[in-house]
């Protein structure tokens, strides 16, 4: 449904206006009742564009001076019963039954997926073009188009069994946010730009925030995806091609954003997190991103006959590997920060047989912190478990590496500042918050100043079927993008 905001409709009030012989009072009371009766299902679009001789004759009896650019925004109408449609519809481009959500890299599932927000793109009157790796791009040529763009975006590809709202808000809401502001009658000054990023999710190739990272001008994973293979030995450009993309180019450097291409860059999201229903609060304000440290670990030991073999002579790998799980707990409460995290979300062990003892544990460990210097101590110390664990109970460590070890990201205080303000005009409720989850943000920070706007989930459950946002929760976030957007754009 459209939100029932009022419009005063401009037309009705300049013919009464022109009639000389009424009064003050009369004109008062015309705008009042005009206010009061006309609803947006009953005037056109057209009916808000800015008319100099309306705005002078009103300045005229109000004794007030009019800025149409902000008065135009002073009523915006978001379809949010249409947005929520869209994402159902979304929603069932699934490799997995509703009402969960699985869409992965490159599958079929995920070629329907993006030829469907292409089409929202093209209904919402953007120009959409596509990149070697099938990051997505549909923009809204402003006043002046020479001026870098204000962006914003998010992703649609969902891990296994996951939920339909993670990235999808930030999708088809951003094409919300432009259709909202092309209904007011805005007009923007630098160009607005939304971009669907290809995979944030790690699911396929093991590398998150894989589109935007190129965008950023990562020529490690530019060299690395030449060679990258998923779990079926298909190979990522091959993966690419058979969804349309990289046709004939190795090169993926093509991707890397230019200098100044964007002036600003902002993503909607749902918080991920239970903080903001838990407190009643509408929209989150992100000031930092936290960054993940991704490590791997490989102990080796003798295994053996489960019974055969005393517990004095065993030199086992899983002991060995849950050993150091416990560490990377102890070392990440000893940080002495909430805001460092850590998580052992992979451990094999080989064989696998309940009566046999493991003589391979393979452990791969995540750990997260808006402060950078203080997670790259907490992955320090985890080294220094590993080796001290592998003298202690005879193993090998095979392989300690780090697969990723990103900086942190903050958000820019002018983006800030023009979110906190798009809030306050719209009488939302706010608080300043910190993301402890990722997103293509983190890296669109490298290459342009960045903010997000969070708004409420259900619980903070995320990445799983149970995701939820509601109606009115998407709407304001949409709404606070939408004004954002419009007040970034006429800097």
């Known amino acids: 449904m459209i939100d029932n905001t009022i419009i005063l409709p401009r037309r009705t009030i300049m013919a009464a206006l022109q009639l000389s012989h009424f009064n003050d009072v009369t004109v008062v009371l015309l705008l009042l009742l005009c206010t009061i009766i006309t609803p947006f299902s009953s005037i056109s679009a057209q009916q808000h564009v800015k008319d100099p001789s309306i705005t002078s004759t009103m300045e005229k009896f109000s004794g007030y001076a009019i800025h149409e650019p902000h008065s135009s925004l002073s009523s915006l109408l978001v379809d949010a019963q249409g947005l929520q449609n869209q994402i159902d519809e979304l929603s069932a481009f699934s490799d997995s039954p509703a009402p969960s959500v699985t869409r992965v890299l490159y599958t079929d599932k995920d070629v329907l997926a993006r030829r469907y927000v292409k089409n929202l793109m093209g209904l919402a009157g953007l120009s959409v073009r596509e990149d070697t790796v099938g990051n997505i ?58 971009i669907l990023f290809t995979s944030e999710e790690p699911t396929r190739f093991g590398i998150g ?82 960054a993940p440290a991704s490590l791997k670990v490989d102990f080796e030991g003798n295994g053996g006959h489960a019974g055969a073999v005393l517990m004095p002579n065993r030199n086992d790998a899983g002991l060995a590997a849950a050993e150091l799980a416990l560490a990377v707990e102890k070392h990440v409460l000893e940080s002495g920060s909430i805001d460092t995290v850590g998580t052992v979300g992979i451990l094999e062990l080989h064989p696998g047989a309940i009566n046999s003892i493991p003589s391979k544990a393979h452990i791969e460990i995540d750990t997260r912190d808006i402060d950078e210097e203080r997670r790259n101590n907490v992955v320090e110390k985890i080294h220094q478990s590993a080796i001290r664990i592998t003298e202690t109970r005879g193993v090998k460590l095979s392989e300690f590496s780090i697969i990723n070890q990103d900086p942190p990201a903050l958000s820019s205080e002018a983006v800030i500042k023009a979110m906190e303000t798009a809030t306050r ?37 995320s990445h799983k079927p149970e995701e939820f946002a509601s109606i009115q929760d998407m709407s304001n976030g949409v709404k606070v993008l939408a004004l954002t957007l419009a007040k970034l754009s006429l800097e």
């Open 137 to 194: 791009f549909g923009r809204w040529d402003g006043n002046e188009p020479e001026l870098a763009a204000v962006a914003t975006g998010s992703h649609i590809d969902a891990i296994p069994y996951s939920g339909k709202y993670d990235g999808v808000v930030g999708v088809l809401g951003a094409i919300e946010a432009i259709n909202v502001l092309k209904r007011s009658g805005f007009k923007p000054k630098r160009p607005l730009e939304i």
């Open 209 to 290: 925030c894989l589109g935007s990272r190129l965008l950023s001008g990562s020529e490690s994973l530019a060299n690395a995806l030449s060679k990258a293979t998923d779990s079926q030995n298909i190979s990522f450009l091959d993966a690419a091609r058979s969804a349309g993309y990289a046709k004939d180019v190795d090169d993926l450097s093509s991707v890397f954003l230019k200098k100044g291409t964007y002036s600003a860059f902002v993503e909607l999201h749902i918080e991920q997190g239970p903080i903001l229903e838990a407190e009643g609060i509408s929209i989150g304000i992100v000031t930092a991103i936290a």
């Open 425 to 461: 005009e719209l009488n939302l409720t706010s608080k300043l918050m910190i993301s402890r989850a990722y997103h293509d943000s983190l890296f669109m920070a490298r290459v342009s100043p960045m903010g997000m706007i969070f708004i409420p989930c259900y619980k903070g459950y």
